[in-house]
């Protein structure tokens, strides 16, 4: 039954069918916790996965600062220069990583996304803005579908973020030709 119909039959059977009625009241109740706790925890796995980002980008920027501080010290010495050259190429494949994964990108992806569903979560508990019906069939259904759509968004930011990443043949073609033009 859609939601628009759902809710008229509420309407036709209240104060008639109070057996059916108590039912059906529960049962769309019931729908409405699980939806809120789906998206509890979506926001949940998110702030797991925000903590994951942020951890990686801060070791992976302390190991860059440290390892870029530290060549002209090995320079220096003139036993640890070709230590110095591991260094640099440990430093130089950091900030490639660094560059490649985006964890910047991604943690505030999901940063923004988990206010989106904490608002959107906020608004349909209290029936606030389009979700003033309490416990409403097409309150729900809107709900499920806004919920739905900022994951979409979301899953499609996260994925257009890993499209701008550049293909490694294209950077470095094998065959260039000759300088000389044969």
Do not use: W
Not at 13 to 32: A, H, M, P, S
């Amino acid at each position: 039954m859609g939601a628009a119909r759902f809710d008229q039959v509420m309407k036709d059977i209240k104060g008639k069918d109070d057996e059916r009625y108590n039912f059906l009241y529960e049962e769309l109740k019931k729908l409405t916790e699980e939806a809120l706790e789906t998206n509890q925890k979506r926001t949940r796995s998110n702030e797991k996965q925000i903590k994951r980002y942020k951890i990686l980008n801060y070791v992976l920027q302390g190991s860059i600062l440290i390892a870029t501080a530290s060549i002209p010290v090995l320079v220096f010495f003139e036993t640890l220069r070709p230590v110095s050259v591991i260094v640099g190429s440990i430093d130089t494949v950091l900030v490639g990583l660094v560059n490649i994964s985006r964890f910047k990108e991604h943690r505030f992806n999901l940063e923004q996304t988990n206010q989106r569903l904490l608002q959107e979560h906020n608004s349909y508990k209290t029936f606030r803005g389009d979700y003033d019906i309490p416990f409403g069939g097409e309150a729900l259904e809107l709900f499920e579908k806004r919920t739905e759509q900022i994951n979409n968004e979301c899953l499609t930011y996260h994925l257009n973020i890993e499209k701008s990443i550049p293909d490694p043949a294209t950077l470095f073609p094998t065959n260039r030709g000759s300088p000389y033009g044969t």
